[in-house]
């Protein structure tokens, strides 16, 4: 038989849990909307296709653009499970934030290979996540109030991520931005943060038009 504290325990966690899902859920329905809507405005794609990532989770997005030198725009979105109460908890330390991922194709191959990658973002090491790292030169940098690796074939390649990421205003969003000849592509990973997420897009269009 259950007491009336347990019951009335159950009760709360229940009303809890309902509550917080409803209001989760519209939090991160208001996040995926204005990214979206941020992300064509930006990019303004000739074609574009969404796939759910989930329920309220996320979607992923690829873009047409075949302008500028970039052929493609890959864009995926992965929220905190705002709505679910029992595992946010879990989330905020595996997941610890809202992510974006940005994938530019390009036209033509970039000359050089580099990366900027904040220390502590891959849990194994950079030198698991860059092939060929031990052939590359690597250096520790300050952007803002992070550090980060700085990894690179060319320096001129490395210093044209180091001027795209100190000319954002809040570059400590980013965790990795990586130019990769082998596959034609600008790579960026970093904080989803809507106040700032319009000159991200924006400055990481113009840099895979620079080194396109």
Known sequence: MITSPVFFGILLLAGVTIIQFYRGRRKNLEILERSIRILEEVIKPKSKEYTVIGIYVGYHAKYLVDRGGVREVDATVVLLPRQSLLYIPIA?????????????????????????????????????????????????????????????TSRPMAEKLLRFANELSRPSILNHVAVVPKLNRLYIAAKLDLEVLHELIAKSYALAREVA
């Open 92 to 152: 905020i330390v595996t997941s610890r934030f809202d992510r974006l991922y940005l994938v530019f194709q390009l036209r033509k191959t970039p000359c050089a290979e580099a990366h900027l990658v904040r220390k502590g973002y891959y849990r194994l090491g950079v030198k698991r996540v860059v092939k060929n790292f031990e052939n590359m030169v690597c250096e520790s940098v300050e952007i803002g109030n992070a550090r980060y690796h700085l990894v690179y």
